[in-house]
């Protein structure tokens, strides 16, 4: 038996009891103050016993009506230190329920929400920390802040001031935001990496039946297109028939690529949701979901070209007067295709997982990534040196990079558009 632990143990309770009442009932405080705050939001319901001596002091467990409790705690956690389950869920929803089942009837185990009042040492003469005096009001602040995106258009309503601190609510829960959240990229380099993590062999798996099913329409491209470039060695193939390989290679690749993406992107996102997505998810052909991102990746390329275009045309009328303006255009139309393509950077996420509609999809792009645009650039960026590290192992490097690249761009999406699926594309 270890005797210095023993004793260890032996002082840490008498600590806890020298002032436990004194603890419980400045906790209990801090507890009520924050359930009547929240009380006022409405539409939220208190789990286990009323405030009072037969409730822990610094406990609180409550259930959003219709919000799905993983994903409000994801947005949470980035401002206060919430649970949405008990210690034995790992993650997933609870096959244990919390004591506080026994006290009325079961709800939804991922509809609740947990949040525990913060503790200072005992036997000291201390204050409460400011941090944790405020910790009631940012819950019952942040709490409708966080509703807007994952729970749009509900008949709830708040009250016109808050009982914390008298500051005035808005209805998000009445209207759905342009911008739903504020970007982490070292947050979405971490999610993503622990969501490749959850089902790594699956996802390079998939990857590597990507790669080998999209090789041959590759080489039939790359036949057609040296065919009709006169190369030598292929003069022998008749016209026809390069025009025939180019074309079929060119549909394949479209095709196996858009499939790739939508099973990635599927992937990706069951696994931010804490679940291990299986084979069967990265394969099943998503027909409509597909087609929503060849209409936004055409919609994009039409927009690429038209301003090119235009840039060239006035480049060359201004060329006619001196050829130094003739550069203008071209400075002009590269800074539009940095913007454009950042701006576009969740183009797949948002036409998988957010708009049914080409055209929705890069206004929904501009509208919610700009107020964040040079955050999303440094996301880019990172992505780019991850990239530029998995080239170093060649293809084996590649294929391990693209998932994760993959995975973080989804985790990213999700801190600024919602972790909402609002096209089904996980049904």
Not at 38 to 47: D, F, H, K, S
Not at 71 to 85: F, K, T
Not at 383 to 397: C, D, N, P, R, W
């Amino acid at each position: 038996m270890a005797v210095p632990l023993v004793v260890g143990l032996g002082e840490a309770l008498a600590l806890a009891g020298a002032d436990q009442a004194e603890r419980a009932q400045r906790l209990a405080a801090l507890r009520d103050q924050l359930w009547g705050g929240l009380q006022a939001l409405g539409n939220i319901a208190l789990n286990g016993p009323p405030p009072g001596p037969t409730r822990l002091a610094h406990n609180l467990n409550i259930t959003v009506h219709g919000v799905d409790g993983a994903a409000l705690h994801r947005r949470l956690r980035r401002q206060l230190a919430v649970s949405s389950g008990s210690a034995c869920s790992e993650g997933r929803p609870p096959t244990c329920w919390p004591p506080w089942a026994a006290a009325g009837p079961r709800r939804p185990p991922r509809s609740a929400l947990g949040w525990g009042a913060p503790a200072p040492p005992p036997r000291s003469n201390w204050h409460w920390p400011p941090s944790a005096r405020r910790c009631a009001s940012c819950g019952a602040e942040a709490l409708p802040q966080q509703c807007v995106a994952l729970r749009p258009g509900c008949d709830g309503s708040f009250s016109s001031g808050s009982y914390l601190s008298g500051q005035s609510f808005p209805s998000p829960w009445r209207s759905t935001p342009s911008n739903s959240g504020s970007l982490r990229v070292l947050h979405a380099v971490e999610e993503g990496w622990g969501a490749f993590c959850r089902a790594p062999w699956v996802f390079l798996l998939f990857q590597v039946l990507a790669s080998l099913v999209v090789l041959p329409f590759l080489a039939l491209t790359g036949v057609g297109a040296a065919r009709l470039a006169e190369v030598e060695e292929l003069m022998g193939v008749h016209p026809t028939g390069a025009w025939l390989a180019l074309i079929l290679g060119l549909i394949g690749y479209v095709i196996v690529t858009l499939w790739t993406l939508v099973g990635l992107t599927r992937g990706a996102w069951i696994a931010l949701e804490g679940r291990k997505p299986s084979f069967a998810d990265f394969t099943r052909w998503d027909r409509a979901a597909a087609a929503r991102l060849l209409g936004s990746l055409i919609l994009l390329a039409i927009v690429a070209v038209v301003a090119g275009g235009i840039a060239s045309l006035v480049g060359a009328g201004l060329g006619q007067l001196n050829a130094a303006l003739a550069v203008i255009p071209a400075v002009v139309v590269a800074i539009f295709f940095i913007w454009l393509a950042i701006s576009q950077k969740f183009l797949v996420q948002v036409s998988l997982l957010g708009s049914r509609r080409p055209l929705d999809s890069l206004r929904s792009g501009i509208n919610v990534v700009n107020p964040s645009w040079w955050m999303v650039l440094w996301l880019a960026v990172v992505e780019g040196v991850i990239q530029a590290i998995g080239a170093l192992f060649s293809s084996g490097g590649l294929v391990v990079v693209v998932p994760v690249i993959l995975c973080i761009s989804t985790a990213a999406y999700r801190q600024l558009f919602g972790s909402d699926d609002r096209t089904g594309l996980l049904g």
